[in-house]
T-cell receptor, first 115, second 109 residues
């Protein structure tokens, strides 16, 4: 049983470009959360998707958007990239609507470098 | 001031030593997660606590809801325990996790 898988693992983009990151949750999980982790920092919550809708959102600008598909996989889109968007982007999945009372499973992350 | 604070930020130990990592939070929570992150990024969930104490192998996690404090203990530490340990608080009535900045642990043989 595959855990949470993310793609791509590493990518380099130029300022102003757009990027799409992908996440497949662990089998049986219906809730996907996205986090941004800058170097040397703890992860910051971006948003959470459940039943194809954004259910919770952290303090990130509208340049950060997402989507969840009927098979529960998810995408994170970032428009008009800034140098400060360079970070590790982590996807986490959990069953039954979220991490309350549940173990959360993280993917290996996507390393984004903006130059 | 961060809503979730961890101490120490960095910790070195000799193999076999008893390790304690502390986490304090200032918000109302419904649960607290302890996570382990290895170089390269992968994060593994160690514990999810809402009260009391949990033990898994050489790892023990405790939480005191009244004092808004949690600890992660590692008994008989081993070099393979070297990693960053992160506590994450689940905000009450939400699914939003607030993370500490992590404790970098290095265990030397």
């Amino acid at each position: 049983d595959a855990g949470v898988t993310q793609s791509p693992t590493h990518l380099i983009k130029t300022r102003g470009q757009q990027v799409t990151l992908r996440c497949s949750p662990k089998s049986g999980h219906d809730t996907v959360s996205w986090y941004q982790q800058a170097l040397g920092q703890g992860p910051q919550f971006i948003f959470q998707y459940y039943e194809e809708e954004e259910r919770q959102r952290g303090n990130f600008p509208d340049r950060f958007s997402g989507h969840q598909f009927p098979n529960y996989s998810s995408e994170l889109n970032v428009n008009a990239l800034l140098l400060g968007d360079s970070a590790l982007y982590l996807c986490a999945s959990s069953p039954d609507r979220g991490p309350a009372g549940n173990t959360i499973y993280f993917g290996e992350g996507s390393w984004l470098t903006v130059v | 001031k961060n809503e979730v604070e961890q101490s120490p930020q960095n910790l070195t130990a000799q193999e076999g030593e008893f390790i304690t990592i502390n986490c304090s939070y200032s918000v109302g929570i419904s649960a607290l997660h302890w996570l382990q992150q290895h170089p390269g990024g992968g994060i593994v969930s160690l514990f999810m606590l809402s009260s009391g104490k949990k033990k898994h192998g050489r790892l023990i996690a405790t939480i005191n809801i009244q004092e808004k404090h949690s600890s992660l203990h590692i008994t008989a530490s081993h070099p393979r325990d070297s990693a960053v340990y992160i506590c994450a608080a689940l905000l009450h009535n939400t699914d939003k996790l607030i993370f500490g900045t992590g404790t970098r642990l290095q265990v030397f043989p």
